[in-house]
């Protein structure tokens, strides 16, 4: 069974500082895909980033960044130059693939929230 | 197209009532899932539906529960005789079968926050 872990319940970060918000997983596939979504007060889950397993770059998108470290089984995602509206609840996912169904679920961690203070 | 739309987004409702959710995904979308998320934790899988085919539930899926995807365009979530425990948010996702890594991630809608008195 596949497992995340986020061990930050929160997180605070000045205004234009950058910050690491960590994520362990668990699983025994060899192929994988990791996500990190946002979650602001209206609850809707949005997509940031996706590391594949054999991606032999970390991914990054715009002022987000993911430090994949595939031997320590962690996906910490790095938001730089925090923004006011950067404050959100932060998902760790993990791909949980069906290969009989095709489904392609998610597996979450319990979430980091984010307060960037001005 | 606007993205995944999900109705009402907040349900009041007394304990034993039936309640239904209503998910409208990207149009060209052919997977589509239902998540319930509960205070402080993150989204667990309920169901999963490839056009109009239910084809996984979740064991957190009781006989309570039922979802359909008529057509394989919109779908719904039934649930019976409601719990308090039933209390969470009700998050639907779509996605696209073809292509790989990022290609397949998933589209969320708002959600439904459901309360149980």
Known sequence: AQKITQTQ??????EKEAVTLDCTYDTSDQSYG????KQPSS?????LIYQGSYDEQNATEGRYSLNFQKARKSANLVISASQLGDSAMYFCAMRDVRMDTGRRALTFGSGTRLQVQP | DTGVSQNPRHKITKRGQNV???CDPISEHNRLYWYRQTLGQGPEFLTYFQNEAQLEKSRLLSDRFSAERPKGSFSTLEIQRTEQGDSAMYLCASSLTRGTGRRTEAFFGQGTRLTVV
């Open chain 2, 20 to 22: 239904t959710f209503r």
């Open chain 1, 9 to 14: 319940p929160g997180m605070f970060v000045q």
């Open chain 1, 34 to 37: 990791l996500f990190w979504y």
């Open chain 1, 43 to 47: 609850g809707e889950m949005i997509f």
